[in-house]
């Protein structure tokens, strides 16, 4: 006996790991009803190619679906096999959420209570750093009969769970379990169901109340862990209590990857204004300091706005700031944090006595404003104090995108940029979704980030 319940250990082969887009191919399922096992294995024609990596992988090639049924045909009685039961799977979200889909294409509703062989493992056996199905059968010493296919996969989990509940007892491990299954409660306003649709995909997801306009939005490389973690009890905070309260629908985009899911973020909380995003709404005020000589020698540094240069060709501009009182109060701690005097750079007004400014006599400035340290080197300590915040100017002669690619599907999506503004984004055999060209401080530093350190699965293209 596994649990005290009818259970379904599953496993499945797929044509990749996107729940929507990609399909089965095989599955393996061992029932458990007491001491008595039925075991399945079949293999699913997917109604699309299998790619040659995944192929590699898996052993299955297309000739080998080419005669077997498509799901649709199997799925009546497939489904009478699993109603009722404790469905386990090693990483469950991936086998529960594409079964779940296929049913759904088929026209059935299928929903379980599910158990991940993936976290139980890391809370049984904690002094071990991975868990992958691979790692517990070496580590565990499990036989097996043909990695990488269903049934064999899905006795190997099997043997691990059978080897736990020697090792741990059937109680330690029943509790373990418990908690595990203990999932997210759904906000009182918000449809249960919408829970089990969530995808494991990257994206960005709304949270609405009463009326049309978003509470708040996010974004995450996987939806469905973001999302319920809003509503782990253990977990939440003031702002999520909130949300919780007012929540009665959520609705989701999914991208390829994740500058997308960071970038369609952005562009969401600009234009949408979310109640409960008070981080990245558009500045009306966005502004820079610029360098530039004073009749008495001395550079100073002037605040400009957004409407008044041009951001993309940054020549000595400096930092950049959401308003005026933001950028006074960076200059004013560069002044205290590198000896410069508050006066010549215009944060202090001389008065009538034209005297030393309050930092020259608390010992804070070096003494330019009684002239103590001569204009060439204040204006040396002030240009390498400001170094660290100089714009980074356009460095392409005009547009390029940051192409995003599935590694298994091959789909693909870029986002659009020149001269710093995003310009919008297009996926294969669409053009692209264009807005009105504007530079915005979030997106640079979004895009500067990237050009510096790129993410996984994405490269910058020039046009």
Same mark, same amino acid.
């Given at each position: 006996m596994l649990f005290d319940r009818p259970c379904a250990v #599953? /496993?499945?082969? =797929? =044509? *990749?790991?996107?729940?929507?887009? /990609?399909?089965?191919?095989?599955? *393996?399922?061992? +029932?458990? /009803?007491?001491?008595? $096992? @039925?075991?399945?294995?079949? +293999? #699913?024609?997917? *109604? $699309?190619?299998?790619?040659?990596?995944? @192929? $590699?992988? =898996?052993?299955?090639s297309d000739a080998m679906v080419a005669d077997a049924p498509p799901f649709a045909d199997i799925a009546p009685a497939l489904l009478e096999k699993l109603q009722g039961r404790l469905f386990i799977a090693h990483n469950v979200r991936f086998d529960y959420g594409f079964l779940k889909n296929e049913f759904k294409r088929a026209g059935l509703a299928f929903r379980s209570e599910v158990l991940c062989s993936v976290k139980l493992s890391r809370l049984l056996y904690p002094q071990y750093f991975k868990h992958s199905l691979e790692s517990i059968i070496q580590r565990h010493g499990i036989v097996e009969t043909g990695r990488h296919r269903a049934l064999a996969d899905a006795d190997a989990l099997l043997q691990f769970l059978q080897l736990a509940l020697a090792e741990h007892g059937q109680a330690q491990v029943e509790e373990q379990a418990r908690v595990l299954m203990a999932a997210p409660t759904a906000p009182p306003g918000l449809d249960p169901e919408v829970m089990e649709r969530l995808p494991d995909v990257p994206g960005v997801y709304l949270f609405y109340g009463e009326n049309e306009l978003p509470l708040y939005v996010g974004k995450s490389v996987n939806l469905r862990s973001r999302v319920l973690a809003h509503f782990s009890g253990d977990h939440r905070q003031n702002k999520e209590m909130r949300i919780s309260q007012q929540i009665k629908r959520v609705e989701w985009v999914e991208t390829v990857g994740e500058f997308g899911a960071l970038l369609q973020e952005l562009q969401l909380i600009k234009s949408l204004q979310p109640l409960h995003n008070l981080r990245g709404r558009l500045s009306q005020e966005l502004c820079s300091l610029q360098l530039g000589p004073q009749d008495n020698g001395y550079l100073a540094p002037r605040i400009v706005y957004a409407r008044d240069v041009d951001f993309s060709r940054p020549d000595a501009l400096y930092g950049l700031f959401r308003s005026q009182k933001e950028a006074k109060k960076a200059l004013s701690e560069l002044c205290d944090g590198n000896g410069l005097c508050q006066t010549c750079l215009g944060l202090e007004s001389r008065g009538a006595r034209k005297g030393a400014c309050f930092a020259y006599q608390i010992g804070r400035c070096k003494g330019a404003c009684v002239g103590k340290e001569d204009a060439d080197s204040h204006n040396q300590r002030l240009a390498l104090a400001l170094g660290r915040l100089k714009l980074q100017s356009w460095p392409y002669p005009g547009a390029v995108a940051v192409r995003e690619t599935d590694p298994v599907s091959g789909e693909w999506e870029e986002h659009l940029f020149e001269r710093w503004c995003y310009l919008g984004s297009r996926r294969a055999g669409q053009s692209a979704v264009q807005g009105t060209p504007r530079f915005d401080v979030d997106t640079y530093k979004l895009l500067a980030s990237f050009m510096r350190k790129p993410l996984d699965n994405a490269e910058l293209l020039t046009l």
């Amino acid at each position: 006996m596994l649990f005290d319940r009818p259970c379904a250990v #599953v /496993d499945l082969e =797929t =044509t *990749g790991g996107h729940i929507t887009r /990609d399909r089965i191919t095989e599955i *393996g399922i061992i +029932l458990i /009803d007491g001491e008595r $096992q @039925e075991r399945i294995e079949m +293999l #699913v024609n997917p *109604g $699309q190619p299998i790619p040659p990596f995944i @192929e $590699q992988i =898996t052993g299955i090639s297309d000739a080998m679906v080419a005669d077997a049924p498509p799901f649709a045909d199997i799925a009546p009685a497939l489904l009478e096999k699993l109603q009722g039961r404790l469905f386990i799977a090693h990483n469950v979200r991936f086998d529960y959420g594409f079964l779940k889909n296929e049913f759904k294409r088929a026209g059935l509703a299928f929903r379980s209570e599910v158990l991940c062989s993936v976290k139980l493992s890391r809370l049984l056996y904690p002094q071990y750093f991975k868990h992958s199905l691979e790692s517990i059968i070496q580590r565990h010493g499990i036989v097996e009969t043909g990695r990488h296919r269903a049934l064999a996969d899905a006795d190997a989990l099997l043997q691990f769970l059978q080897l736990a509940l020697a090792e741990h007892g059937q109680a330690q491990v029943e509790e373990q379990a418990r908690v595990l299954m203990a999932a997210p409660t759904a906000p009182p306003g918000l449809d249960p169901e919408v829970m089990e649709r969530l995808p494991d995909v990257p994206g960005v997801y709304l949270f609405y109340g009463e009326n049309e306009l978003p509470l708040y939005v996010g974004k995450s490389v996987n939806l469905r862990s973001r999302v319920l973690a809003h509503f782990s009890g253990d977990h939440r905070q003031n702002k999520e209590m909130r949300i919780s309260q007012q929540i009665k629908r959520v609705e989701w985009v999914e991208t390829v990857g994740e500058f997308g899911a960071l970038l369609q973020e952005l562009q969401l909380i600009k234009s949408l204004q979310p109640l409960h995003n008070l981080r990245g709404r558009l500045s009306q005020e966005l502004c820079s300091l610029q360098l530039g000589p004073q009749d008495n020698g001395y550079l100073a540094p002037r605040i400009v706005y957004a409407r008044d240069v041009d951001f993309s060709r940054p020549d000595a501009l400096y930092g950049l700031f959401r308003s005026q009182k933001e950028a006074k109060k960076a200059l004013s701690e560069l002044c205290d944090g590198n000896g410069l005097c508050q006066t010549c750079l215009g944060l202090e007004s001389r008065g009538a006595r034209k005297g030393a400014c309050f930092a020259y006599q608390i010992g804070r400035c070096k003494g330019a404003c009684v002239g103590k340290e001569d204009a060439d080197s204040h204006n040396q300590r002030l240009a390498l104090a400001l170094g660290r915040l100089k714009l980074q100017s356009w460095p392409y002669p005009g547009a390029v995108a940051v192409r995003e690619t599935d590694p298994v599907s091959g789909e693909w999506e870029e986002h659009l940029f020149e001269r710093w503004c995003y310009l919008g984004s297009r996926r294969a055999g669409q053009s692209a979704v264009q807005g009105t060209p504007r530079f915005d401080v979030d997106t640079y530093k979004l895009l500067a980030s990237f050009m510096r350190k790129p993410l996984d699965n994405a490269e910058l293209l020039t046009l």
